[in-house]
């Protein structure tokens, strides 16, 4: 199991960015495919952005594409979410996940992850 905890969240006006992190201990990351989802207030949770193990692969919700950055720096066993250009709709909780699916596409399933992380919320004002 990895225990996986996000910070870098917060409360940013439209148009801005933050940095999320997701720091992986127990195990090293670098053995597995990660991934970046969210959960609006009063919705279900969706998938955000993807990466395989080296960072090669990268794959995004179509409305981030372009605004958000997945990458990954195995040697501090953290993963990233660079967010720029922030609307208000990007206003949720959001979490990293271990993807256990097999192959070295990432995948964008939630049932496809687990070892969550307790999430951070990220704000966006109008």
């Known amino acids: 199991q990895v225990q996986l905890v996000e910070s870098g969240g917060g409360l940013v006006q439209a148009g801005g960015s933050l940095r999320l992190s997701c720091a992986a201990s127990?195990?090293?990351?670098?053995?597995?495919?990660m991934g970046w989802f969210r959960q609006p207030p009063g919705k279900e949770r969706e998938f955000v952005a993807a990466?395989?193990?080296?960072?090669?692969?990268?794959y995004y919700k179509d409305s981030v594409k372009g605004r958000f950055t997945i990458s990954r720096d195995n040697a501090k066993n953290t993963v990233y979410l660079q967010m720029n250009s922030l609307k208000p709709e990007d206003t949720a909780v959001y979490y990293c996940?271990?993807?256990?699916?097999?192959?070295?596409?990432?995948?964008?399933?939630?049932?496809?992850?687990?070892?969550w992380g307790q999430g951070t919320r990220v704000t966006v004002s109008s």
């Open positions: 127990g195990r090293t990351l670098s053995n597995y495919k």
């Open positions: 996940g271990r993807d256990y699916s097999r192959g070295f596409q990432p995948s964008n399933q939630g049932y496809e992850y687990d070892d």
């Open positions: 990466i395989s193990r080296t960072g090669t692969i990268t």
